[in-house]
């Protein structure tokens, strides 16, 4: 299993690009899974719903599957602080890639989303995990870099990219325990 990160404020682009590199991965055959971090309040299944009544009903995990999906509800009694590395050891383990996006402070392999449009400060300068950078404005970025500067806009490209430097983004969950 290879991971990388997807890290940017909010209106960069991360899950367009995200979209795009999923469908690129795919036609080359892999498969891929997400974690996504979310900052507010995340609801996947809807009032009224089986599901949604079993967690009301005080259900720790509700697990519901059909012959193309499967979904999974854990309510935790007390609000816990998850790492991507407890996300990624809940995920199947038969991927070929985990795509992170968010968890910009972790101590995962990123790749940072960067539009100079936002007003948003680069993180690269000063983060040791940041790999490469994908942006639409290279010629804007505010400190030029020896790391890779990938287009935002062509995420077939920037699959590529990590499909032809894929070794470097194998995982090892053992390490993180």
């Known amino acids: 299993m290879r991971v990388v990160g997807f890290s940017g404020f909010s209106g960069a682009g991360k899950t367009t690009l995200m979209e ?17 971090h979310a900052h507010h309040g995340l609801v996947v299944d809807q009032p009224g719903k089986d599901s ?8 720790y ?14 309510s935790f009694e ?5 790492s991507p590395h407890d996300l990624i050891r809940a995920l199947h383990p038969g991927v070929d890639w985990v795509l992170v996006e ?14 100079h449009e936002t007003g948003h400060p680069a993180r690269y300068p000063d983060d040791a995990f940041i ?14 870099t020896l790391r890779p500067v990938l287009d935002l806009n062509r995420p077939d490209a920037l699959a590529q990219w990590l499909l032809d430097n894929g070794t470097r983004f194998d995982y090892d969950p053992q390490a993180y325990l």
């Open 52 to 59: 949604w009544r079993h967690r009301e009903a005080g259900a």
């Open 61 to 74: 995990e509700v697990v519901a599957a059909s012959s193309e999906h499967l979904m999974l509800v854990r």
């Open 102 to 115: 968010g968890f910009r402070d972790s101590n995962l392999l990123r790749i940072e989303v960067w539009r």
């Open 131 to 144: 790999v490469a950078i994908a942006t639409d404005s290279p010629e804007r970025m505010p400190e030029a």
């Open 20 to 36: 795009g590199v999923i469908r690129a991965l795919r036609a080359q055959g892999q498969r891929v899974s997400v974690v996504k």
């Open 78 to 82: 007390r609000p816990q602080a998850l």
